[in-house]
C-alpha cells in the first residue's frame, strides 16, 4: 500500500513570496490534515479535511493561508505572503477516521520551508 | 496552551537497558493517545496507542501505560536497541468526532551500543 505522497520535499523562498505543498494521502482515506512542525515543536494542525469539506481551520492564519482539497483526494496548501515564522516542516497526514474507532494518522515525510 | 507535556527533550539509554519516555496531558475529554515515532527527514509513524479505558498497551518491546488520574502516560520500550534512536511523540485525540490529534514536543532518544 503506498504511503502518503508529498511534494515539493525542500523549498527556500523569500519573505513576501508565495509557495504552495501538495499531498496526496492514503487511496481510501476520507480524512486529510495538514500540520505545521516548528523546529523544536511538535506538529500543530492547520486544517482538516473530511472528504473535500472543511472540518477544522481553527488555527488556519486565514490571512496568508489557504487550503483545498479536489474531489476529497488529493490537497494543496498555499501560503501567500511568506513570513520568516513560516519556516517549519509542513506535513500532511490521512486517516480512515469514521470507519474505525482510533485515530491513527499517516504522515507523509514533510516539505521543509525555509523563508529568507 | 501546551495540552500536551513532554517535559524530557533528550533520552540517553543504553543498548538493552530499559527505555521510560513520559508524557502529561491537561485536559480530561482526552480518550485516545497515541505515540509517534520520527526519523530525521521523514514523517512521524505510528507505534502505539491505547484507550482511556485501559491502563496498559502492549506490543512487543513497546508498553504504553496510563494513569488517567494522574493525567499522565508514559512509554516503555524493552530492550532498547540502536535503532530505537528517533524523536518519540506523544499525542492525543480530542475526543470528539474531529479527530483532531494534540502532539508534544517530542524527546529524543539516543540508545548507544
Known amino acids: 500500500e503506498a504511503g502518503v505522497a508529498q511534494s515539493p520535499r525542500y523549498k527556500i523562498i523569500e519573505k513576501r513570496q508565495s509557495v504552495a505543498f501538495w499531498c496526496n494521502p492514503i487511496s481510501g482515506h476520507a480524512t486529510l490534515y495538514w500540520y505545521q512542525q516548528i523546529l523544536g515543536q511538535g506538529p500543530k494542525l492547520l486544517i482538516q479535511?473530511?472528504?473535500?469539506?472543511?472540518?477544522?481551520d481553527s488555527q488556519l492564519p486565514k490571512d496568508r493561508f489557504s487550503a483545498e482539497r479536489l474531489k476529497g483526494v488529493d490537497s494543496t496548501l498555499k501560503i501567500q505572503p511568506a513570513k520568516l515564522e513560516d519556516s517549519a516542516v509542513y506535513l500532511c497526514a490521512s486517516s480512515s477516521r469514521g470507519t474505525s474507532g482510533n485515530n491513527e494518522q499517516f504522515f507523509g515525510p514533510g516539505t521543509r520551508l525555509t523563508v529568507l | 496552551d501546551q495540552q500536551v507535556k513532554q517535559n524530557s527533550p533528550s533520552l540517553s539509554v543504553q543498548e538493552g537497558r530499559i527505555s521510560i519516555l513520559n508524557c502529561d496531558y491537561t485536559?480530561?475529554?482526552?480518550?485516545?493517545f497515541l505515540w509517534y515515532k520520527k526519523y530525521p527527514a521523514e514523517g512521524p509513524t505510528f507505534l502505539i496507542s491505547?484507550?482511556?479505558?485501559?491502563d496498559k498497551n502492549e506490543d512487543g518491546r513497546f508498553t504504553v501505560f496510563l494513569n488517567k488520574s494522574a493525567k499522565h502516560l508514559s512509554l516503555h520500550i524493552v530492550p532498547s536497541q540502536p535503532g530505537d534512536s528517533a524523536v518519540y511523540f506523544c499525542?492525543?485525540?480530542?475526543?470528539?468526532?474531529?479527530?483532531?490529534?494534540?502532539f508534544g514536543r517530542g524527546t529524543q532518544l539516543t540508545v548507544w551500543p
Open positions: 479535511f473530511q472528504n473535500n469539506g472543511v472540518v477544522d
Open positions: 485536559n480530561s475529554m482526552f480518550d485516545y
Open positions: 499525542a492525543a485525540d480530542g475526543g470528539s468526532t474531529l479527530g483532531r490529534l494534540y
Open positions: 491505547i484507550s482511556s479505558i485501559k
